[in-house]
């Protein structure tokens, strides 16, 4: 059987004779409740009218004229009609006893964003989109597409509108939520069932300063700012906070923009914010006189030790050393299966350099690793009369010159 609404039983919730509720309730107020629960209490004697009379008679002719077939569909057929009509009415006096919102008049914001759903979420939320587009058209509404982000089959990730006409807000404010969807999708070759969902906002416009009443502009949201729809609209700011709060709300603007944004303190000549000021140093570069050039081959070079590798070589190799003369540049690289191995290599380094160029090394340059470090090392270059330069993590030019090659 048919679940029906219950039939609301109204009576009156005051009485303008009681000596009590009088000082509590003003006229006019009590005027307006009075016109409220008249409309609603006749629109509930309709719907009993339903109930009782049209509803009942016509399941009784139903139920009588087993063998007229003719009469019994036109009994149908008329129920029908009325249980559509019953339902109308329940919709008219639940929204009778909604509380009015003065924001039922206004010009609406529509938001529609793809959800759960992919890309096929993108394609439905396009689909809504459209459908209130049709909506807007046939109820003889002004429809302006505001912005759109498309996805990559041309479905929207994001789509906003600014729907005007009258009471346009009052008519699809209950259209707000999450909206969900199972079908099976031109974009399935399988035949699987896809669930998409969309979210739906409906904001109301608000175009009037709350205390003078005036219309100052029309916008939207989107990705947190607020965008003006009417290029012509006249915006006014008030300051009413101090200079250093207002200078931080709007991001820390310069003083140019600032007085462009806020029209009342293009008297300004300073802006002090010290935020500002050490936001905008810079680190102080080193000299030029340190990147030039040795003067003569291997009088400087530069070492550095890097590993150990995720991969080892076939002979079992994860570290390498690499030494870069600084007169030309030329780079050596050693493999290393340990970084104790260093002591060794740099030994066989030194003395093919005797041997083959006739030089010795005057400065080498490292950063602090402990092989570096170490006793053997430090003495081999004390006895060869070598300086060990060492470099702070992060500061040598030349040391993230040696990283770079």
Aim: hydrophobic share 35%; proline share 2%.
């Amino acid at each position: 059987m048919r679940r029906r609404f219950p039939i609301f039983s109204i009576g009156r919730l005051y009485c303008t004779g009681n000596a009590e509720a009088a000082p509590q309730l003003s006229i006019d107020l009590i005027k307006i409740m009075d016109q409220r629960l008249s409309a609603i209490e006749n629109r509930n004697a309709h719907l009993e009218r339903f109930l009782d009379q049209e509803i009942k008679e016509l399941k009784s002719v139903i139920s009588d004229c087993q063998d007229d077939k003719d009469m019994q569909q036109m009994a149908s057929e008329e129920l029908s009609e009325a249980t559509e009509g019953e339902k109308k009415f329940q919709f008219l006096l639940l929204k009778s006893l909604l509380p009015k919102d003065d924001a039922d008049e206004r010009d609406c914001i529509l938001e529609v964003r793809a959800g759960t759903g992919g890309e096929e979420a993108s394609l439905f939320a396009m689909d809504i989109f459209k459908m209130y587009e049709k909506y807007s058209v046939k109820k003889g509404w002004k429809y302006e597409v505001l912005e759109t982000a498309e996805s990559d089959l041309k479905g929207y990730k994001e789509a906003i509108a600014s729907i005007s006409g009258a009471g346009v807000y009052g008519k699809l404010k209950f259209e707000s939520g999450i909206h969900r969807v199972q079908r099976v999708p031109v974009t399935e070759k399988g035949g699987r069932v896809h669930t998409s969902a969309v979210s739906v906002a409906i904001l109301p416009q608000a175009d009037q300063d709350r205390s003078t009443g005036q219309t100052i502009g029309i916008g939207y949201e989107s990705q947190g700012l607020y965008y003006l729809t009417s290029s012509n609209s006249l915006i006014a700011c008030s300051v009413t906070d101090s200079l250093d709060v207002i200078h931080k709300r709007l991001g820390h603007p310069s003083l140019s923009k600032l007085q462009k944004m806020v029209p009342s303190l293009s008297g300004l000549s300073t802006l002090d914010c010290e935020s500002c000021q050490l936001g905008k140093h810079t680190r102080a570069t080193f000299s030029r006189s340190t990147e030039g050039r040795s003067e003569s081959i291997f009088s400087f070079l530069h070492s550095d030790i890097l590993g150990p590798s995720r991969v080892s070589s076939p002979l079992g190799f994860r570290y390498f050393v690499s030494f870069i003369d600084d007169y030309f540049r030329c780079t050596w690289v050693f493999l290393m299966k340990d970084r104790s191995e260093l002591f060794s290599i740099f030994k066989g380094f030194f003395a093919e350099i005797q041997n083959q160029f006739g030089v010795s090394i005057r400065t080498f340059h490292s950063d602090n690793a402990l092989e570096y470090l170490s006793s053997q090392f430090q003495e081999f270059m004390s006895h060869h009369g070598i300086i060990h330069q060492k470099s702070c993590p992060y500061t040598s030019i030349k040391w993230c010159r040696r990283k770079k090659e």
